[in-house]
């Protein structure tokens, strides 16, 4: 009898979920999740238990995954030198290697585990396979921190996706499979290119019009000066907070990302902390949105 109240509770935020539900049947929702998101065992059970119960309420849930400090471990292991700029790794042929090693192997077909030990079916692939994303090389505007002056740099085998081929995704999902990418890309000239995993799903998220982009990080979202969370940015707010240099470092790609994903029709794109417990289904299917939500405005 004393557990009743709790019962109800529970029973009242499971009704709470439908009006969420009907919105997003049939949707498509690309669902980028971060290397620092990915917390530890527990937690990933948690993102791929979210993930399976979307598809099974009739989502079409895309993960794009990434895993930075992941490749960074497997490259101090292997002796190899790395380094970012503007947020970006410099990647030469040994890198790439390492990369396509790290991330279209190790990392996807775990998280491709971790979904099917929850009882969902994924299918782990990267952007080469069904030739999904092209690539070419990225050419990127920085500032010297020496001189102050700003350079384009060539960052090496770091791909900009130039061509999304929607096919091998449109016939996954029909498949009432769950796609897994790792970003990693071909090139028209045979190359291998390590894609920015937030740019990969924004690529991902424009072509096939997705419903919402979720970009899983470790911070709680895009945070004003004095490191309170902003909940809502139009693109215009975006463009000032990087001018005035307000968003900095790793969350200058994924700005930019969401702005790119939005030019092309996707409603919105939601930036949230991944360590929080079942944060994507508190964000698709509660009234408790977390994070910073961006429209075009
Ligand atoms: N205005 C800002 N609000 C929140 N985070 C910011 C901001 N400016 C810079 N950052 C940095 O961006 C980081 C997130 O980017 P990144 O480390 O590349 O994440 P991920 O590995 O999840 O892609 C945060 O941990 C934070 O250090
Ligand atoms: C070009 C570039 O920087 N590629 C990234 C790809 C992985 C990634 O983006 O992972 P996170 O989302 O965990 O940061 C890299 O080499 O680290």
Not at 3 to 32: C, F, G, S, T, W
Not at 130 to 153: I, Y
Request: with cysteine.
């Amino acid at each position: 009898m004393t557990e009743l109240p709790n019962v109800h509770v529970r029973a009242e935020v499971l009704a709470q979920a439908l009006p969420h539900m009907q919105r997003y049947d049939q949707e498509i929702v690309v669902i980028k999740y971060g290397g620092h998101a990915m917390g530890d065992r527990a937690a990933a059970e948690d993102f791929a238990e979210d993930v399976v119960l979307l598809e099974q309420s009739g989502l079409k849930p895309i993960v794009v995954h990434g895993g930075g400090p992941q490749i960074g471990k497997m490259l101090d292991r292997l002796g190899i030198q790395s380094e970012f700029r503007g947020g970006l790794r410099v990647t030469d042929e040994a890198t790439v290697e390492v990369v396509e090693m790290v991330l279209a192997g190790l990392i996807n077909k775990q998280i491709v585990g971790w979904i099917s030990a929850e009882g969902g079916r994924a299918v782990g692939l990267c952007g080469k396979d069904g030739n999904m994303v092209r690539a070419k090389r990225a050419m990127k505007t920085v500032v010297d921190p020496e001189s102050n002056v700003e350079q384009t740099v060539d960052l090496g085998l770091v791909g900009e996706p130039d061509h999304v081929e929607r096919g091998v995704l449109d016939a996954v999902l029909k498949a009432e499979l769950i796609p897994v990418l790792a970003p990693v890309a071909y090139g028209a000239d045979g190359q291998t290119y390590n894609v920015n995993a937030d740019t990969f799903a924004g690529a991902i998220a424009g072509a096939l019009r997705a419903k919402r982009l979720l970009l899983l990080t470790d911070v709680p979202g895009v945070l004003d000066k004095d490191k309170k969370l902003i909940p809502e940015l139009t693109v215009e707010d975006c463009r000032r907070l990087i001018a005035d240099g307000t968003i900095t470092g790793g969350m200058i790609p994924k700005i930019e990302t969401c702005m790119y994903a939005i030019e092309r029709g996707v409603e919105a794109v939601v930036i949230l902390d991944g360590k929080v417990n079942h944060a994507v289904l508190l964000e698709l299917f509660t009234d408790y949105g977390a994070g910073t939500l961006i429209r075009r405005g």
